[in-house]
Structure formats: structure tokens, C-alpha cells
């Protein structure tokens, strides 16, 4: 008489078993071993691991610190995959978040001034924003005391609010199609020199309001390289 075989649904369970068993035997590897392996496999499957089994459930939370990175997809229009969830993310996650890259569409441009609020208080070092065209920058980017590179692209700048102290770790600065208003190069000069680690500058289609404009010279004691470029006329 041939063995029965196992119904469909059975053999799922036996799967899901066996994979939560591999799972809880991965999880016994020392901590810095995981903190390693979840932060190489990207945001999305690091939170996925929770679904692993009961021992993964809050493991990612643990971690010192993410990287979120929110790139536009290559060929399909839309924003990027995942950047729904980042309000979810920042609330479960309550360590340092190091790095902040993202691509907004009208979308979710409107909820980057509470997430900035939040990366603010996480220590982000690392911001890298780009948005459509139109798109004015809350102030509260200017909070982010501890970055040591910023990256600003397709924007308007609003001006330094009061109170505004410094960059004083930013090493790089990166502001590509970006709106100043009017006497912005005071405000462009402010933030240069309250940044004396600064480095690295690029300054691409940066456009200041209004018609007059002053000249002014960078003073960047520790700057290693300049990049100046406009296609204005």
C-alpha cells in the first residue's frame, strides 16, 4: 500500500515550521553578527524578519541604528517603494537613524517636516532629499544639528529661522536646483560659515530672488573641493 501523502495545507505548516527553526537557530548568533546581516539586507526586509518567528518579532528594533534610503524606482513612475511606511518606521524605532535618503513626490513632500522633526532628535547624519519642482523646505531641516552631509535637490530654501546655531559637524554640502530668496547669499554665507568642518561644497543651478544680489566670497577654512556650475543665463 503506497504512504499517504501529506495534504497541501500540511505541508505548508511543516514548511513554516521548519523555517521558524532555522530562524530561532540564526537568531543565537552574537548580536553584532545580526546587527551586520539586518543592516545589509536593506530597510523592507530588515522590518519583514519580524514575521520570522516570535524571537524576531521587536529584533530589528534593537539595532543602534538605520540607514533608510528610498531611491525612485529605475522605470515605473510613482514614488518610491516603501516611503509609506516610514511613519511607522520612526515610531517603532527609537535609536539613532543615520541616514535619511529619499526621493518626494507632492505625495509625501507634506510629511517631511514632521519626519525631519523626528531625524532631528535621532542623530541623522546623513540627508539626501530631492523633490519635484515647487516644493519649499520646511524649516525645521535646519534642527538637524548633527549632519555631517547634506544634500538638497529641486527645491526652495526657506530662510534660517531664529535661533538657528549651526552645522558644526557638516563636512558636505550639496545644492543642486535649489531657490534662495531674496539676499539667499547671506543666508548661503550664514550657513557656510557656521560650518568650520566643512569640505566638501557643490553648488549647481542654486538660484537667489530678487535682482540685487551682492558679491561674496566663501570662507571655508578646512574646504577640500568646490564644485560651482549653472545652465542660468
Known amino acids: 500500500m503506497p504512504p499517504r501523502r501529506l495534504s497541501t495545507k500540511r505541508r505548508r505548516r511543516r514548511a513554516t515550521e521548519a523555517a521558524a527553526v532555522e530562524a530561532d537557530a540564526l537568531i543565537s548568533l552574537p548580536a553584532d553578527v545580526l546587527d551586520d546581516i539586518?543592516?545589509?539586507?536593506?530597510?523592507?526586509d530588515t522590518v519583514r524578519t519580524s514575521a520570522l518567528s516570535r524571537a524576531w518579532r521587536r529584533r530589528w528594533e534593537a539595532l543602534s541604528s538605520l540607514d533608510l534610503s528610498f531611491p525612485s524606482p529605475v522605470?515605473?513612475?510613482?514614488p518610491p517603494e516603501g516611503l509609506w511606511a516610514v511613519d511607522c518606521i520612526l515610531l517603532r524605532f527609537p535609536r539613532r537613524v543615520r541616514r535619511f535618503?529619499?526621493?518626494?513626490?507632492?505625495?509625501?513632500?507634506?510629511?517631511?517636516?514632521d519626519w525631519l522633526r523626528v531625524l532631528s532628535r535621532r542623530g541623522t547624519e546623513i540627508l539626501d532629499l530631492r523633490f519635484g519642482y515647487g516644493f519649499t523646505?520646511?524649516?525645521s531641516v535646519f534642527s538637524c544639528s548633527r549632519l555631517t552631509s547634506l544634500s538638497l535637490s529641486s527645491c526652495a530654501i526657506p530662510l534660517l529661522p531664529l535661533g538657528f546655531v549651526a552645522f558644526p559637524e557638516l563636512r558636505s554640502l550639496t545644492l543642486v536646483s535649489v531657490q534662495l530668496q531674496e539676499y539667499g547669499e547671506y543666508q548661503l554665507d550664514e550657513i557656510i560659515d557656521t560650518s568650520p568642518l566643512l569640505e566638501h561644497l557643490s553648488l549647481i543651478n542654486v538660484l537667489i530672488g530678487g535682482t540685487n544680489f551682492r558679491r561674496w566670497a566663501i570662507q571655508a577654512p578646512n574646504l577640500r573641493h568646490l564644485t560651482i556650475g549653472s545652465d542660468y543665463k
Open 75 to 78: 522605470y515605473d513612475e510613482g
Open 101 to 113: 535618503c529619499a526621493d518626494l513626490d507632492n505625495t509625501y513632500a507634506g510629511r517631511i517636516h
Open 137 to 139: 523646505l520646511p524649516s
Open 38 to 44: 539586518l543592516t545589509r539586507v536593506g530597510i523592507r
